[in-house]
C-alpha cells in the first residue's frame, strides 16, 4: 500500500482448527465496503455461498451481513 501497510496471509498445512465468529475478541474478521449489500448478498448466494441474513448497524443504521471464507473465517459486508 502507499501509505506502507500491508497484509500477510500465511497457510499450514495441519494447522489446528479454532472457533471463529463475528463477535469473538482479538483478530475477528475482514471487513469490505459495499455500494449495496443485498446486490452482493445476491450475487454471492447466486455463487453457492452461504450467507447470512441482513442486519442493520444500531449506531449507523447501515445494512451489513457476513459470510465465511474458505477457511470458515467470516468476512463481513458493510454498507456505505
Same mark, same amino acid.
Given at each position: 500500500?502507499?501509505?506502507?501497510? +500491508?497484509? *500477510? &496471509?500465511?497457510?499450514?498445512?495441519?494447522? #489446528?482448527? $479454532? #472457533?471463529?465468529?463475528?463477535?469473538? +475478541?482479538? /483478530? $475477528?474478521?475482514?471487513?469490505?465496503? =459495499?455500494?449495496?449489500? +443485498?446486490?452482493?448478498?445476491?450475487? &454471492?448466494?447466486?455463487?453457492? =455461498?452461504? =450467507? *447470512? @441474513?441482513? $442486519?442493520? @448497524?444500531?449506531?449507523?443504521?447501515?445494512?451489513?451481513?457476513?459470510?465465511?471464507?474458505?477457511?470458515? /473465517? #467470516?468476512?463481513? /459486508?458493510?454498507? =456505505?
Amino acid at each position: 500500500m502507499p501509505d506502507g501497510s +500491508q497484509i *500477510e &496471509l500465511f497457510s499450514f498445512d495441519g494447522a #489446528p482448527t $479454532r #472457533p471463529s465468529y463475528p463477535e469473538a +475478541q482479538g /483478530l $475477528r474478521h475482514l471487513a469490505f465496503k =459495499v455500494a449495496d449489500v +443485498q446486490i452482493a448478498k445476491t450475487y &454471492l448466494e447466486s455463487c453457492d =455461498v452461504n =450467507v *447470512e @441474513d441482513i $442486519r442493520v @448497524d444500531e449506531i449507523t443504521g447501515k445494512k451489513f451481513t457476513f459470510f465465511a471464507d474458505p477457511d470458515n /473465517l #467470516p468476512l463481513e /459486508l458493510y454498507e =456505505v
